[in-house]
């Protein structure tokens, strides 16, 4: 039985779309480069995805969401700490897989061609890492376990401690995407760092029962 041509057309999508981002991360794009690396004509690049243009776009939707991948979702634990090291731990891993890796490299090469898309691509990536963070970050702080007056400014400063590091050294093309280190210890470093900062105190936590009550002076 034939398959559907559905099925065939987004199998050569896919095929276009990770030969265009093997050719962006390793030279400059061009339709025949990648043509040739996806085993298909110009013409089917064309059928495909309307040209240049239309693979161009494409290529910076599928590296958008391979750099979104490892911030979406904060993970459920039993406590601040743990919940905040797993995510942590979470992102980098995912951020030093050669998926990432390979993304972040070829969003370098292709955006500089348009500084007004890339402006708004960083800006929308920014603001979308953070944001299961900030939510997070609000529940926590309405349940009085953490003190973030301002929790946009208190997420970017947990990613600025998690997974600055890694990044600028992947822009600079310093980062080996096989180089793991330990994952875990950086994140419940970030952790600890984070609550230095907004964490509450037992006292600050504790149900109001149990807390100690305030001497007068005199």
Request: hydrophobic letters at 40%; proline letters at 5%.
């Amino acid at each position: 039985m034939s398959r559907h041509r559905g099925a065939i057309d987004r199998d050569k999508q896919n095929a276009i779309l990770e030969a265009a981002i093997d050719v962006a991360v390793s030279a400059r794009p061009s339709l025949a480069a990648i043509a040739s690396r996806a085993g298909v004509s110009r013409q089917t690049v064309y059928n495909q995805f309307g040209g240049a243009q239309g693979l161009k776009l494409a290529v910076l939707d599928s590296c958008r969401a391979a750099l979104l991948e490892p911030f979406e979702q904060v993970p459920g634990q039993p406590d601040t700490r743990t919940a905040l090291a797993a995510y942590a731990e979470s992102a980098l891993r995912q951020m030093r897989t050669v998926r990432y890796h390979r993304a972040l490299r070829a969003m370098e090469r292709v955006l500089p061609e348009d500084i007004t898309r890339a402006n708004a691509i960083c800006a929308e990536i920014s603001q979308e890492c953070s944001s299961s963070l900030r939510d997070f970050l609000v529940r926590e702080m309405q349940a009085g376990r953490l003190k973030c007056p301002d929790p946009d400014e208190a997420a970017a400063e947990f990613r600025a401690l998690t997974v600055a590091g890694t990044q600028v050294r992947m822009l600079a093309g310093l980062f080996d995407a096989a180089e793991i280190g330990d994952a875990s210890k950086e994140a419940r470093t970030a952790a600890d760092r984070f609550l230095e900062l907004y964490g509450c105190g037992p006292e600050e936590t504790a149900p109001p029962s149990a807390r100690r009550p305030k001497r007068l002076a005199g």
